[in-house]
C-alpha cells in the first residue's frame, strides 16, 4: 500500500486531498499545526471508513528541528514513502503599509522554505526507493498572474514555490516527478471571512462565475500523483474555472 504525506492536511484543500487518496488506498501522514481535535475526527473517519492507516504528526514546517521530528515519526510507522504534497499555507493579508519584515518573513518560510526542506528531506528517501514518487506543490494563481498588493508577501512565496517546482524537477531527473498545483480562488476557511461584496466581484472575473470547490482541486492533485501522469513532470496545472482576459 502507497503512503502520502500531506501538509496542512486536517483543513480546507488539504482535507480534501486526505479523503480522496483514503478512498483510494493510500495510508496518509497528516501534517498539522494547532488542529489536533480535528485530526483525530479525520483519524477516526478515515481509518473506519477505508481500512487505511493514519499517521497524525504536529508540526511547524517552517522549522528544521520539527522536520526532522516528523521525518523520524513517519520512518518508524511506515516503511516508504511514495508521494509528498507540500499543501500548508500562510496567509497574512494587510495594507504594503501595515506590512511588517516579521509577518513577511513568517509566510515565506511557511509558504516556500518549507517545502525547500521537507521535499529535500523526503527526496533523500525517494531515492533510496524503488517505483514511481511524486513531489506536488500547491502554489496559486497568485503566483503567476494574480495580484492583490494586500497579499504582496503570500503573492511572491507562491512565485517562489513554482520556481522551486521547476528546480527540483531538474534535480531529481526523473527519479522524482515534480509538479504543482494552482488554484485560483477556492471555498476554504481562509477565504471564510471575504466580503460578499469582494466575493461577486472575483466571481465576475471568472468563467465559470464561482470560487472552486476543495474536491475540485484535490481530484487534479490526485491525478498528477497516479499512474495516469507518468509521463508529466515539471509542470504547473492552473485550476482557476478560466478567467476573463
Known amino acids: 500500500m502507497k503512503t502520502v504525506l500531506i501538509t496542512g492536511g486536517t483543513r480546507g484543500i488539504g482535507k480534501s486531498i486526505a479523503y480522496l487518496f483514503a478512498k483510494n488506498h493510500y495510508n496518509l501522514v497528516l501534517n498539522y499545526l494547532k488542529t489536533k ?14 481500512g487505511i492507516s493514519v499517521l497524525l504528526v504536529q ?34 493579508d494587510t495594507t504594503i503599509e501595515d506590512k511588517t519584515k516579521e509577518n513577511f518573513m513568517k509566510t515565506l518560510d511557511v509558504n516556500l522554505i518549507g517545502p525547500f526542506l521537507l521535499s529535500r528531506a523526503i527526496g533523500k528517501k525517494m531515492q533510496k526507493q524503488t517505483g514511481d514518487h511524486v513531489i506536488i506543490n500547491i502554489t496559486s494563481t497568485n503566483g503567476i498572474d494574480t495580484f492583490y498588493p494586500e497579499s504582496i508577501d503570500y503573492d511572491a512565496s507562491k512565485a517562489g514555490l513554482i520556481s522551486l517546482t521547476h ?42 462565475h464561482r470560487f472552486a470547490d476543495p ?28 478567467v476573463k482576459r
Open 167 to 208: 528546480n527540483l524537477a531538474n534535480y531529481y531527473q526523473g527519479k522524482i516527478r515534480v509538479n504543482a498545483v494552482a488554484p485560483g480562488w477556492v471555498s476554504t476557511e481562509m477565504n471564510q471571512n471575504l466580503e460578499s461584496e469582494f466575493i461577486s466581484q472575483e466571481e465576475d472575473k471568472i468563467l465559470l
Open 59 to 92: 508540526g511547524d514546517i517552517s522549522k528544521e528541528e520539527d522536520i526532522e521530528r516528523m521525518v523520524f515519526e513517519m520512518e518508524q510507522t511506515f516503511s516508504n514513502i511514495d508521494c509528498l504534497i507540500n499543501n500548508a499555507g500562510l496567509a497574512i
Open 215 to 242: 474536491d475540485e482541486i484535490a481530484k487534479v492533485v490526485y491525478f498528477l500523483a497516479s499512474s495516469d501522469a507518468s509521463y508529466i513532470n515539471d509542470t504547473i496545472i492552473r485550476v482557476d474555472g478560466g
Open 37 to 50: 481535535d480535528q485530526g483525530e475526527k479525520i483519524k477516526k473517519d478515515l481509518e473506519e471508513k477505508y
